[in-house]
T-cell receptor
Framework: QKEVEQNSGPLSVPEGAIASLNCTYS??????FFWYRQYSGKSPELIMS????GDKEDGRFTAQLNKASQYVSLLIRDSQPSDSATYLC????????????FGTGTQLKVEL | EAQVTQNPRYLITVTGKKLTVTCSQN?????MSWYRQDPGLGLRQIYY???????DKGDVPEGYKVSRKEKRNFPLILESPSPNQTSLYFC????????????FGPGTRLTVL
């Protein structure tokens, strides 16, 4: 069974701090990695995708991928209360068909 | 407005009574998918479709059926619902394949008594 693991949290950070969210996955050959954000009572929405080792930046968000260690992380700089949500890591596993496997999500709380 | 719609949004039913949850997208996406979301278990894929008449099982397909007769529609069918299918269901669509951005519908909260 191919798995995606996340710490469920909640992760609490003060406003303006850097929030660091981590995700590990079970298949070293996987190629596609995603971070979705889900506000309470709402549907998930894509924040970042990353396909190669290293960092990918988009505004206040940076995704980091380390395939050798099988982890992907999401950094949120200058965290705002509006960033409070659950962050879902998703992986498209090699040989797993055309589907995504999601982690259980990490709840982030940004406190004033 | 580009969107994925689901109906109904809320449904309470009884064990064994067949039901259908509809999903429609207006973005001309080839890829459509159904997920269920449960506390502690996260978002799990039920079925997906690459295009009209092309469907495949996800990770938790037991007890569900799907069909894709038109590109825009991807209904989820529970022929004999059971209480363990009580969940929050999301439909999603994407251009071409799963690892393009998936756009999610608003969700359907189903309770099976």
């Amino acid at each position: 069974q191919k798995e995606v693991e996340q710490n469920s949290g909640p992760l609490s950070v003060p406003e303006g701090a850097i929030a660091s969210l981590n995700c590990t996955y079970s298949d070293r050959g996987s190629q596609s990695f995603f971070w979705y954000r889900q506000y309470s009572g709402k549907s998930p929405e894509l924040i970042m995708s990353i396909y190669s080792n290293g960092d990918k930046e988009d505004g206040r968000f940076t995704a980091q991928l380390n395939k050798a260690s099988q982890y992907v992380s999401l950094l949120i700089r200058d965290s705002q209360p509006s960033d409070s949500a659950t962050y879902l890591c998703a992986v498209r596993f090699t040989g797993g068909g055309n589907k995504l496997t999601f982690g259980t999500g990490t709840q982030l709380k940004v406190e004033l | 407005e580009a969107q994925v719609t689901q109906n109904p949004r809320y449904l309470i039913t009884v064990t064994g009574k067949k039901l259908t949850v509809t999903c429609s997208q207006n973005m001309n996406h080839e890829y459509m998918s159904w997920y269920r979301q449960d506390p502690g278990l996260g978002l799990r894929q039920i079925y997906y479709s690459m295009n009209v008449e092309v469907t495949d099982k996800g990770d938790v397909p037991e007890g569900y059926k799907v069909s894709r007769k038109e590109k825009r529609n991807f209904p989820l069918i529970l022929e004999s619902p059971s209480p363990n299918q009580t969940s929050l269901y999301f439909c999603a669509s994407a251009l071409g394949r799963a690892d393009n951005e998936q756009f999610f519908g608003p969700g359907t909260r189903l309770t099976v008594l």
